[in-house]
């Protein structure tokens, strides 16, 4: 079995309102489906709230 790390970095984000523009979360939409659809057996994710709350990362 072979292990595959992609790091990845957050969307587009807004510092003055601590979150992602909207642009960011649309990108964070596309990479969810992205990632919903890759066959991954585990994904890792920050804590940090910018990094876990935008609209459609589950698809």
């Known amino acids: 079995m072979v292990m595959q790390i992609f790091p ?3 969307g587009d984000p ?3 309102i ?3 523009t909207e642009f960011g979360h649309q ?3 596309a990479l969810g489906k992205r ?3 890759s066959g991954l ?3 890792y994710a920050s ?3 910018y990094e ?3 609209k459609g990362i589950n698809g």
């Open 8 to 10: 990845i970095r957050h």
């Open 14 to 16: 807004d510092y003055s």
């Open 18 to 20: 601590d979150d992602l």
């Open 27 to 29: 990108e964070a939409a």
């Open 35 to 37: 990632m919903a659809s």
């Open 41 to 43: 057996d585990e994904l």
């Open 47 to 49: 804590p940090l709230g």
């Open 52 to 54: 876990l709350s935008p």
